[in-house]
């Protein structure tokens, strides 16, 4: 199964820059999206391997055996049972 690298939709430059970002992701059965600073940068449909996935690795990739390689920070994680619109996302930030 591929793993997905996070760009910008204009670019190729990878997310990891030094700055903050406020990154909201939504995987709704085979349709993955995700948000990065308030502009939506990816709307994908995910292949069949994706389905068999149900966990959920913050900092490690999705392999059966995490990696656990993560060199960063992370902060303020929040889980919502439903998709949020474009608004409620913004509504977010604190």
């Given at each position: 199964?591929?793993?997905?690298?996070?760009?910008?939709?204009?670019?190729?430059n990878?997310?990891?820059?030094?700055?903050?970002?406020?990154?909201?992701i939504?995987?709704?059965?085979?349709?993955?999206?995700?948000?990065?600073?308030?502009?939506?940068?990816?709307?994908?449909?995910l292949?069949?391997?994706?389905?068999?996935r149900?966990?959920?690795?913050?900092g490690?990739?999705?392999?059966?055996?995490?990696?656990?390689?993560?060199?960063?920070?992370?902060?303020?994680?929040?889980?919502?049972?439903?998709?949020?619109?474009?608004?409620?996302?913004?509504?977010?930030?604190?």
């Amino acid at each position: 199964m591929a793993s997905i690298l996070l760009t910008t939709k204009n670019d190729t430059n990878l997310i990891n820059n030094g700055q903050w970002h406020r990154l909201y992701i939504e995987r709704s059965n085979r349709k993955l999206r995700y948000t990065l600073d308030n502009v939506e940068q990816s709307d994908n449909e995910l292949s069949d391997k994706w389905q068999e996935r149900t966990n959920i690795f913050i900092g490690a990739q999705l392999t059966i055996v995490p990696d656990g390689n993560y060199n960063g920070k992370i902060d303020d994680v929040s889980f919502f049972d439903c998709s949020l619109n474009n608004a409620k996302i913004k509504l977010q930030i604190i």
